[in-house]
Structures are given as structure tokens and as C-alpha cells.
């Protein structure tokens, strides 16, 4: 693994325990340039995981409760008159920050969604008629209950189509949930931790997985496994070519994290599940077998053959 990514991660297990998984494709997405939806039940560590990523490097963090009555003011900021200038200023809302934690974003109305998911798509905001740019990094982990849907609004498949990776924490096993306990007793983790990484190394880890090397043969991998999820008899509406360049740019990152300078097509199966299943619209008939999006993709990743070469570097 990458000595410098493997850093973040093991600084992040010193206040997760048994997530390494998680934080591994947390970073994985914050490489590559996208953002994570983490769907997951209440108390497992959603914020936790957020918070341990920026305090290792050193970025800034703005967390935004959504509520019903949240605005796209409140997230984006707004423009107030200030009679001593006799001009109009602008006072930054928390998207003005590196790592951005949206917690419960189902439950905001989808205008509110909306001003969000821009920024996310256009890495800009625009407040007043004038455009500005997100700070760089500009990562977002949204959280959602996927238990209480009570006065929520669903994310639409539009929407849904930004976020680069779904994940889930799961709960602890029983002896990562001794451990927890036994580490609380002594104090709260996030508070010792230290940053491991500047926010300018971070920018040039970026830069060197956006340069990873995707074969031919890789590439044409990803669009057979893109293509399988348009005619699958379970699934309505397929993946769109943006997921497909989401694989590949995920691929590359997870590539890079592993300490290669190419992608393997191991990497784009292990990825497709995280980047493929919460893109895709499933057939009446898959809810009613009770068969979930991740298990028809799993189902979709072994009908296509896996290259045989094509993963060789430059």
C-alpha cells in the first residue's frame, strides 16, 4: 500500500476500530476528485469517520445538520447589506470548507438537495448571480437512515448519480465493540488526534492517481459491466457513461492506494459494486423477490468475463 495513504488510514483506525474498509474507499473517493453517500442506521460512526478523515489532513470541517426547514441560504451563504459600506457582503455558509459532512441529507427538501449536489457536480456555488469556487479539497460525506423514512425526502436517481461511492458501516463485531468501549473509558479518540498530511500533499496524491494507467482492455471491462447493467431483467433503468467514468476514476485511485501506476481488473470488480449499485433502478419484480440493488450487481459482475491480460503497466 501507498506509505503516505496508508498513514491516513491507519490515523483513522486509531478512533474507528474494524473499519478499515471504509475509511480505505473514503480515501479512495477523496482521490479521486468524488464524494460518498454513507446509508447507515444511527450510532455506528458515520460522523465519527468523517471527522477522523479531516483531522488527519489537516482540512477543514463544516458539518450541516439538514432539517426540513433548512434553506439553500443556509448552505451556501448569503449576501447582507452592511449600511457602513453601503454595500452588499457576502457571509460564507459551511459549504466554504474542505470536508463536508451532510448529515441526514434525506431530510431537507429537494430544493435544499439540490444547492448541495450542485456544488458537489460543479465544484462552484453561485450566491447573488456571482459564481465562486469550493475550496480544494472540497469532499462531501452525506449520511442517510435507511430505517426511519418518516418525513424524509428520497434522494432522486439524478441525484443519487453524484456521489461517486454508497457505503455501510455495519456494526462491530463483538470484540471491535469491547474495544470501543475499552477506548471511550479512557476519553474521546478524535480529540488526540493529529494531522498526518497537509492539505498540499493531499492535492499531489490527487494529481498522481489521476495519472494511473488504464488499459484498453480494462476500459473495455468497465463498459461491458456498464452495458450488463442495461439489459439485466431485474434492473429498469442502467447505469449512464458518468458511472462508467466514476468506475474508471475510482479504479485508478484504489490502484494508486495499492502502490501501483496501473489499474488491474481486479480492482474495477471489487469497486463496481460501490459505484454501480445505488445508480441503478431495479424492476418491480426485484422488490418483490426481495433481491437488493448489491445483490444484482454481484449477480451482474459474474455474468461478465473478466479480462485476461490488458493490466500490464506502460
Not at 460518498?36 to 482540512?59: F, N, Q, W
Not at 449576501?79 to 454595500?87: A, E, G, K, L, R
Not at 475550496?135 to 437512515?145: D, G, L
Not at 424524509?152 to 439524478?158: D, G, K, V
Request: aromatic share 8%; net charge negative; charged share 20%.
Amino acid at each position: 500500500m501507498n506509505e503516505e495513504v496508508q498513514k491516513i488510514i491507519t490515523n483513522i483506525e486509531h478512533v474507528m476500530i474494524g473499519k478499515t474498509d471504509v475509511a480505505t474507499l473514503s480515501v479512495v473517493a477523496l482521490l479521486a476528485n468524488g464524494h460518498v453517500l454513507l446509508e447507515d442506521v444511527p450510532g455506528v460512526g458515520k460522523t465519527m469517520m468523517v471527522r477522523s478523515l479531516a483531522k488527519s489532513i489537516s482540512a477543514s470541517f463544516k458539518r450541516i445538520q439538514f432539517t426540513p426547514d433548512l434553506l439553500p441560504s443556509d448552505v451556501i451563504g448569503v449576501s447582507i447589506y452592511n449600511p457602513q459600506t453601503m454595500q452588499f457582503e457576502y457571509r460564507p455558509g459551511p459549504l466554504m470548507g474542505n470536508i463536508i459532512l451532510a448529515d441526514e441529507i434525506n431530510r431537507t427538501s429537494p430544493k435544499t438537495q439540490s444547492a448541495l449536489l450542485e456544488a458537489m457536480e460543479e465544484s462552484s456555488i453561485t450566491v447573488e448571480g456571482e459564481t465562486m469556487p469550493l475550496a480544494k479539497p472540497f469532499f462531501v460525506m452525506a449520511t442517510q437512515n435507511p430505517i426511519e423514512y418518516e418525513g424524509t425526502y428520497p434522494l432522486p436517481e439524478a441525484q443519487l448519480d453524484r456521489f461517486l461511492l454508497k457505503l455501510k458501516m455495519g456494526y462491530p463485531s463483538v470484540t471491535e465493540e469491547y474495544e470501543i468501549l475499552s477506548r471511550v473509558q479512557e476519553g474521546t479518540p478524535i480529540e488526540q488526534l493529529e494531522a498526518v498530511m497537509s492539505l498540499e500533499e493531499l492535492r499531489a496524491l490527487q494529481q498522481q492517481a489521476s495519472a494511473i494507467f488504464v488499459d484498453a482492455t480494462v476500459r473495455e471491462y468497465i463498459v461491458q459491466l456498464a452495458t450488463a447493467t442495461r439489459t439485466n431483467p431485474y434492473i429498469y433503468l442502467g447505469v449512464s457513461p458518468r458511472a462508467s467514468i466514476a468506475l474508471m476514476r475510482a479504479s485508478k485511485a484504489y490502484a494508486f492506494i495499492q502502490g501501483r501506476d496501473y489499474v488491474l481488473p481486479d480492482d474495477v470488480q471489487y469497486l463496481a459494486p460501490f459505484v454501480f449499485s445505488h445508480r441503478v433502478i431495479l424492476q418491480p419484480e426485484a422488490r418483490y423477490d426481495g433481491i437488493s440493488a448489491e445483490e444484482i450487481m454481484m449477480r451482474v459482475i459474474a455474468s461478465v468475463t473478466v479480462p485476461a491480460r490488458g493490466f500490464a503497466a506502460r
